[in-house]
């Protein structure tokens, strides 16, 4: 039996570090969309300002990351972060 089941991307905090720490280029600026394809990003809907949000308040309470909010600077209204 076939099944007609769609791939659904995952909108967490875990899933965006995961995929932001693997990144092919860690050096530069990235907001969250940047962490998805532009496919999957178009399935968030509504939750996007959300998980921005639980995005940001995780980088804060993990500096050893080494993600950095990149204050007073946003691309198409969004958050930009940084590796340091």
Avoid: C
């Avoid at 007609?4 to 092919?24: A, G, H, I, T, W």
């Avoid at 993990?62 to 340091?84: D, Q, S, T």
Wanted: aromatic share 12%; net charge positive; hydrophobic share 35%.
């Amino acid at each position: 039996m076939a099944s007609n089941s769609v791939f659904k991307p995952s909108f967490s905090v875990d899933e965006v570090v995961s995929r932001v720490l693997s990144m092919s280029s860690p050096s530069g600026e990235f907001t969250v969309p940047d962490a998805y394809t532009n496919d999957e990003w178009s399935q968030i809907g509504r939750r996007a300002g959300a998980l921005g949000k639980s995005f940001n308040r995780y980088v804060l309470e993990h500096p050893e990351l080494g993600i950095r909010y990149v204050e007073n600077h946003k691309v198409k209204g969004r958050a930009v972060y940084k590796f340091i």
